[in-house]
């Protein structure tokens, strides 16, 4: 007993003595002057200790929301009518002179026929008998309201008080639910043999560097240090789990010996579209797939802008406009990063490898495996001895760091690559094959007016939250989004 008294913190040695004869949060509060943290903090401790039970109770309570503080101050809006059309029986005049909205208005003239208060006719409203009555006594809604402006729990509520509050949780912001917790607590064995003992002890609580430099710390008797006692966790600060392993895949590349792509996020369809070979007419240029902004991005008819209006018109067999590709859209891939990069390349630059992890936009239905705003993950080869067996490399490597053993491309088709091919990852645990991204290797029409000569180009579009939903075991590709701060807290790191 001694040894436990010993280990006690302050606050614990503090409450303890009262516990005794409270067993209520509230009124301990108020013998303490601690606040609630320090109080729930001390009673969790002497509860690790066995020293008492504590119990926490959640109730539901009824308080005036913010419409409900205005109408204790100013009357609801049914008495003010009530009151204007003593004076002023005109429709019209009345709903002008009340002073309430039309909203209000309305639900009181609804509220008033109800309580047999009013008669209606054509433009006059009549008080009847019952109406005169109201005028000199509180309705049962005043009433409730007055009786709940500190507070009442729900299950508290009288049988005349429940009317009135299932009529007023209908209207907008008079009253509210709030949930609040309620702790109860016992002494146990322990605690009741231990409330006897004397607990004011001089105890040193910590061991500073100058009881050190002093030899002071010798004189000195410190409470024990408790290693059993179950602590509260504490979160430090860290980046989004998703930022993680956009660091993590960022060093892939970068180990990889890549360099790293960024741009806008707003780009002409120049070179999201036209500059990767999709027609004007295809259909991920219209707007039930892709985000357009207002406005134009005025494209000089530099050395880029012919040769690709050329490719166009000779292999599509169209009239190319340069109204369409002006046109500002929301990316819809970091792949128009590849070819603003390709366009700034010179022949003394290559070989040269290049990687963006950047977000994009698809005008698409939200669902549980669908976002309108992605991550891609975007990488490309430039060199001209390279070879599709080199792609099938990179993405082997690159998968592997990322936990994936098994790795398979198979045949696809996308506008701006020929060979094309969909990357599947093979799931260990559920034992199947998962699509994570195409690639392919940059077509001729792609690379020619870029570069000015036809060079093989590997190139990959891999989706990153497809990429990392199982590592975080998150079946709802919504959920990597949702700003839970439990979620945020508790999550595993990327390793």
Same mark, same amino acid.
């Given at each position: 007993?001694?040894?436990?008294?010993?280990?006690?913190?302050?606050?614990?040695?503090?409450?303890?003595?009262?516990?005794?004869?409270?067993?209520?949060?509230?009124?301990?509060?108020?013998?303490?002057?601690?606040?609630?943290?320090?109080?729930?903090?001390?009673?969790?401790?002497?509860?690790?200790?066995?020293?008492?039970?504590?119990?926490?109770?959640?109730?539901?309570?009824?308080?005036?929301?913010?419409?409900?503080?205005?109408?204790?101050?100013?009357?609801?809006?049914?008495?003010?009518?009530?009151?204007?059309?003593?004076?002023?029986?005109?429709?019209?005049?009345?709903?002008?002179?009340?002073?309430?909205?039309?909203?209000?208005?309305?639900?009181?003239?609804?509220?008033?026929?109800?309580?047999?208060?009013?008669?209606?006719?054509?433009? =006059?409203?009549? #008080? !009847? %008998?019952? *109406?005169? $009555? +109201?005028?000199? /006594?509180?309705?049962?809604?005043? @009433?409730?309201?007055?009786?709940?402006?500190?507070?009442?729990?729900?299950?508290?509520?009288?049988?005349?008080?429940?009317?009135?509050?299932?009529?007023?949780?209908?209207?907008?912001?008079?009253?509210?639910?709030?949930?609040?917790?309620?702790? =109860?607590?016992? #002494? !146990? %064995?322990? *605690?009741? $043999? +231990?409330?006897? /003992?004397?607990?004011?002890?001089? @105890?040193?609580?910590?061991?500073?560097?100058?009881?050190?430099?002093?030899?002071?710390?010798?004189?000195?008797?410190?409470?024990?240090?408790?290693?059993?006692?179950?602590?509260?966790?504490?979160?430090?600060?860290?980046?989004?789990?998703?930022?993680?392993?956009?660091?993590?895949?960022?060093?892939?590349? +970068?180990?990889?010996?890549?360099?790293?792509?960024?741009?806008?996020?707003?780009?002409?369809?120049?070179?999201?579209?036209?500059?990767?070979?999709?027609?004007?007419?295809?259909?991920?240029?219209?707007?039930?797939?892709?985000?357009?902004?207002?406005?134009?991005?005025?494209?000089?008819?530099?050395?880029?802008?012919?040769?690709?209006?050329?490719?166009?018109?000779?292999?599509?067999?169209?009239?190319?406009?340069?109204?369409?590709?002006?046109?500002?859209?929301?990316?819809?891939?970091?792949?128009?990063?590849?070819?603003?990069?390709?366009?700034?390349?010179?022949?003394?630059?290559?070989?040269?490898?290049?990687?963006?992890?950047?977000?994009?936009?698809?005008?698409?239905?939200?669902?549980?495996?669908?976002?309108?705003?992605?991550?891609?993950?975007?990488?490309?080869?430039?060199?001209?001895?390279?070879?599709?067996?080199?792609?099938?490399?990179?993405?082997?490597?690159?998968?592997?760091?990322?936990?994936?053993?098994?790795?398979?491309?198979?045949?696809?088709?996308?506008?701006?690559?020929?060979?094309?091919?969909?990357?599947?990852?093979?799931?260990?645990?559920?034992?199947?094959?998962?699509?994570?991204?195409?690639?392919?290797?940059?077509?001729?029409?792609?690379?020619?007016?870029?570069?000015?000569?036809?060079?093989?180009?590997?190139?990959?579009?891999?989706?990153?939250?497809?990429?990392?939903?199982?590592?975080?075991?998150?079946?709802?590709?919504?959920?990597?989004?949702?700003?839970?701060?439990?979620?945020?807290?508790?999550?595993?790191?990327?390793?």
């Amino acid at each position: 007993m001694d040894k436990l008294i010993e280990s006690l913190s302050p606050l614990e040695r503090k409450i303890l003595p009262l516990l005794k004869n409270n067993s209520n949060l509230k009124d301990l509060i108020k013998k303490t002057s601690m606040n609630n943290v320090e109080l729930l903090r001390a009673l969790k401790f002497l509860e690790n200790k066995n020293i008492i039970e504590l119990n926490k109770k959640e109730k539901e309570i009824v308080k005036l929301d913010k419409n409900g503080l205005r109408y204790i101050k100013d009357k609801l809006p049914e008495r003010r009518l009530l009151e204007t059309l003593k004076k002023e029986p005109d429709f019209n005049k009345a709903r002008k002179e009340s002073g309430l909205d039309d909203d209000e208005f309305k639900i009181s003239l609804g509220i008033l026929k109800s309580k047999m208060a009013i008669e209606m006719d054509k433009n =006059n409203i009549t #008080l !009847t %008998k019952e *109406g005169e $009555k +109201l005028l000199n /006594k509180d309705m049962l809604e005043e @009433l409730f309201l007055k009786k709940i402006k500190m507070g009442i729990p729900v299950d508290e509520l009288k049988k005349e008080d429940k009317f009135s509050f299932q009529q007023l949780k209908k209207r907008k912001n008079i009253i509210k639910i709030e949930k609040e917790k309620d702790f =109860n607590f016992e #002494l !146990t %064995k322990k *605690g009741k $043999k +231990l409330v006897g /003992k004397k607990l004011d002890l001089n @105890l040193t609580e910590i061991l500073t560097p100058n009881m050190l430099k002093t030899g002071n710390w010798k004189n000195n008797k410190f409470r024990r240090y408790d290693i059993e006692t179950k602590v509260p966790k504490i979160y430090g600060g860290r980046r989004h789990f998703v930022n993680e392993a956009k660091s993590h895949i960022k060093k892939i590349w +970068l180990d990889m010996g890549f360099k790293e792509m960024k741009g806008n996020l707003i780009q002409s369809s120049f070179w999201n579209f036209d500059a990767l070979f999709v027609p004007q007419d295809h259909p991920a240029r219209e707007l039930q797939d892709t985000f357009f902004v207002k406005g134009n991005k005025k494209i000089d008819m530099d050395k880029f802008v012919p040769k690709v209006k050329k490719v166009h018109e000779n292999s599509w067999k169209y009239k190319w406009d340069i109204k369409e590709a002006e046109k500002l859209v929301l990316r819809t891939h970091t792949t128009v990063l590849s070819a603003k990069t390709l366009a700034k390349l010179k022949k003394e630059d290559l070989p040269a490898k290049f990687f963006a992890v950047g977000k994009n936009f698809r005008n698409e239905a939200v669902d549980w495996s669908h976002l309108f705003e992605l991550i891609q993950v975007e990488g490309i080869v430039v060199d001209e001895k390279a070879n599709f067996r080199n792609l099938v490399g990179y993405l082997k490597e690159f998968f592997g760091k990322m936990g994936f053993s098994k790795v398979r491309v198979r045949p696809a088709f996308f506008p701006y690559t020929e060979p094309s091919a969909e990357v599947d990852v093979y799931h260990p645990i559920k034992k199947k094959w998962i699509e994570l991204g195409g690639s392919g290797i940059f077509r001729p029409e792609v690379t020619r007016p870029l570069l000015g000569k036809e060079v093989v180009v590997l190139a990959w579009g891999l989706g990153l939250e497809r990429s990392i939903l199982d590592y975080y075991d998150i079946k709802d590709i919504r959920d990597l989004y949702k700003n839970d701060l439990k979620q945020l807290k508790e999550i595993k790191s990327w390793i």
